[in-house]
């Protein structure tokens, strides 16, 4: 079941629409925007700096889900340009990445 969906991702249909440096830059963002709540004193944060965060979800998401509902929007992908960039799972786009078929 598991290679069945696995297949299925690599089509050209894939629900993924973000490729593998894509999604990785997207967490460590997200990441970086969501621990501003863990490293900062309540009482000496800006308005802005109480939005970080929540903003943060977003690329955080979209990076671990490996979908981004604004490139859909605009039907692109930065993912399956060629065999090294496929889309699917990150398991998936990484083993492409190191063992190019």
């Not at 299925?8 to 967490?27: C, F, T, Y």
Request: hydrophobic share 45%.
């Amino acid at each position: 079941m598991v290679q069945l969906i696995d297949k299925s991702l690599q089509s050209s249909d894939a629900l993924q629409n973000i490729g593998l440096i894509d999604r990785a830059v997207r967490i460590i963002v997200g990441t970086g925007m969501v621990s501003v709540w863990f490293f900062y004193p309540v009482e000496s944060v800006s308005l802005w700096f109480a939005i970080l965060p929540l903003v943060g979800v977003f690329p955080l998401l979209s990076g671990i889900i490996g979908w981004c509902p604004t490139y859909a929007m605009f039907h692109t992908k930065s993912c399956g340009m060629d065999e090294h960039n496929s889309c699917g799972t990150m398991p998936d786009q990484l083993d492409h990445l190191i063992h190019p078929h």
